[in-house]
């Protein structure tokens, strides 16, 4: 799906979820925020769902009393569309599978693989790591079987497992007639593909 341009003057401005996210982060209460600002708490809940738009001194005196510069309401986030056709393939290791980066390439903070992997294909003889805290699998269709060094699990469609990237590890697809489709998530990215 594509995104598609709002024209002028047809943009909505919307800061109340970040008000109640601000709030929400430090623990506060709408009556806490309320007593610090003067005003109701109908008027506070109102501001954050979007229902009333305040004045700029209610704005700036709701802001303080959140510790939130005013400025940061309206910051656009930063948004990135990696469009499936031109998703770079990789190679995470072994041979049979189709793998695809579906996260920007330079995004840290995590990334995430599709991987078709052929009836027998496999991450590769040898156990091995990634340098992250957290790697997800999820089978999207097939099965596959992740091995360690003590111990294999074999998943089904719709299974999803959660490990140390550190651990060694390895994987296969058992099934010798059917593809398997699996989604990898790796958190922080453990490898640079600014390129």
């Not at 109640?20 to 954050?48: H, N, P």
């Not at 709701?62 to 499936?84: H, I, M, N, Q």
Request: with cysteine; hydrophobic share 40%; proline share 7%.
């Amino acid at each position: 799906m594509r995104s598609v341009p709002i024209a002028a003057g047809q943009q909505e401005l919307r800061i109340g979820a970040r008000l109640r996210d601000a709030r929400r982060r430090q623990g506060l209460t709408i009556d806490q925020v309320a007593r610090s600002t003067g005003l109701t708490k109908g008027f506070i809940s109102r501001i954050e769902r979007d229902m009333t738009s305040p004045s700029v001194s209610t704005l700036v005196t709701v802001c303080a009393a959140l510790s939130l510069p005013v400025g940061e309401l309206f910051v656009t986030p930063k948004t990135d569309v990696v469009r499936a056709a031109e998703a770079p393939y990789i190679q995470l290791a072994g041979p049979g599978a189709d793998e695809r980066l579906l996260t920007p390439r330079g995004q840290g903070r995590l990334q995430l693989v599709r991987s078709v992997i052929d009836p027998g294909g496999t991450g590769g003889e040898e156990l091995y790591t990634l340098d992250c805290e957290v790697e997800v699998v999820h089978v999207v269709r097939g099965r596959l079987e992740l091995v360690f060094s003590r111990s294999a699990e074999l998943l089904e469609t719709g299974d999803t497992m959660t490990f140390s990237g550190r651990e060694p590890h390895t994987w296969r697809n058992p099934d010798p007639d059917e593809p398997a489709e699996v989604l990898w998530v790796i958190a922080p990215a453990s490898w640079e593909t600014t390129a």
